[in-house]
């Protein structure tokens, strides 16, 4: 038996925003992260529209980028003193990640963040609050998902949290939000949404519900990503759409290593994180060909080129992705990485740990060719140097 699991509403298109009104509780926490979404006129208008609905507001402010254990727990905090019976996320992928962390520790406040760790473990939640998420970026889908990324700054790790319990009960998805995001911002989330798509295909959980998804955001993402980072708002509001359909795939066929990896290299150097979405665009060519040596996964790689167009192959469809991170300015491996910030010895020194940590990753399992550490050495050195990976 398989699980396929959404939000019970999803909201979508011009306005949809309005959506809040609908929502029936007495008193709705407004998580959110930098001052955008203050800044562009959302937060009032989200304020205003839970106002209407009858409910009492409170903002939670100043969710960072890659949010800590430490910000999870405050938050925590701030919902057990004022209660609320709606939690309301809005943002890029930091902040409603960090609200459904949250949210497990508001509703069992004895639980400790090591209890959350082991994917599909988390207590049933809905016994305080239901959950709503408002994304505004096109890439992390995490508002469809059942899926958290939390940092661990004391050990410099990013844990990814599993759980069907966090799959938001409403998602928004307005591509009003999304137009405010900035260049580099839309290439990274958007191969964010292309890396979940495809490990979704390719994964070996995939099944009949979540191929059509996936298939259909990645065509999408193609004709529709490089425009959007151009400019092009027409463009902009269909990529908020097929990160979501991604999102939906991979929620339910779950991912592979490419995520692996960039969990575990994201907050390893001391030099500067490496962005979550930038990482994936870097490592996915070179997974691609590391699985492909698996014929079922060659299979797929082939339709997905396929339905791109192109030949049948993995070859084909890695050429077509390393154009795109071309067309986006995204650099071609790690060392190139903001001039060079994640320094060769470093990477170098950290490289058995971080490979360890990458195989252990919850996403690992599911990828369609299983990998050693010392496997995933010889892979983070490829996209470190980009080295062609012939093992």
């Known amino acids: 038996m398989t699980r396929f699991t959404l939000p019970r509403d999803l909201y979508h298109g011009k306005d949809a925003l309005e959506a809040l009104k609908t929502l029936t509780g007495k008193r709705a926490m407004v998580v959110v992260g930098g001052g955008s979404m203050k800044r562009f006129g959302f937060l009032d208008k989200i304020a205003s529209y839970l106002r209407e609905a ?11 980028p890659d949010p800590s254990v430490e910000t999870v ?28 962390a949250m949210w ?51 050990k410099g790790i990013k844990y990814p949290l599993a759980d069907f319990n966090i799959t938001p009960d409403v998602a928004i998805v307005d591509p009003a939000l999304a137009e405010t995001m900035p260049k580099k911002l839309t290439a990274h989330t ?25 298939l259909h955001a990645i065509r999408m993402i193609s004709a529709d990503l490089v425009d959007s980072y151009n400019g092009d708002m027409a463009a902009r509001d269909r990529m908020h759409n ?33 962005v979550h979405g930038c990482a994936n665009a870097m490592y996915l060519p070179k997974v691609i ?16 080129a396929a339905s791109l167009g192109l030949e049948p ?19 071609t491996c790690i060392r190139d990485y903001e001039g060079g910030i994640i320094g060769e010895k470093e990477f170098l020194d950290k490289l058995p740990q971080v490979a360890e940590l990458a195989v252990g990753d919850a996403c690992t399992g599911s990828n369609p060719r299983p990998i050693t550490p010392a496997e995933m050495e010889k892979l983070l050195k490829c996209c470190y140097y980009d080295e062609a990976v012939d093992f």
């Open 54 to 64: 009858g409910m009492d507001v409170q903002l939670f402010e100043g969710v960072e």
């Open 73 to 100: 727990m405050k938050g925590a905090e701030a919902m057990r003193a004022f209660q609320p019976d709606w939690i309301v996320a809005v943002g890029g992928g930091s902040p409603i990640d960090a609200a459904k």
């Open 242 to 274: 097929a990160q979501c359909l991604a999102g939906m795939a991979f929620s339910n066929a779950l991912l592979g290593i490419v995520h692996s990896m960039a969990h575990k290299t994201g907050a390893a150097y001391s030099g500067g994180h490496i």
């Open 289 to 304: 060909a590391f699985n492909a040596k698996v014929p079922e996964a060659e299979k797929r790689y082939g339709e997905i």
């Open 190 to 214: 958007g191969m964010d949404a292309m890396t979940h798509a495809v490990e979704a295909y390719v994964s070996t959980l995939h099944c009949d519900y979540t191929d059509p998804l996936a």
């Open 104 to 154: 497990a520790f508001y509703e069992y406040p004895e639980i400790s963040f090591e209890d959350l760790i082991t994917p599909f473990s988390f207590p049933t939640l809905r016994q305080k609050a239901r959950f709503c998420a408002i994304p505004s970026t096109s890439g992390t889908a995490t508002e469809v998902t059942a899926f958290s990324v939390i940092t661990d700054y004391q």
């Open 313 to 331: 192959s993995s070859r084909a469809l890695i050429a077509h992705i390393q154009e795109m991170n071309r067309k986006l300015d995204i650099p």
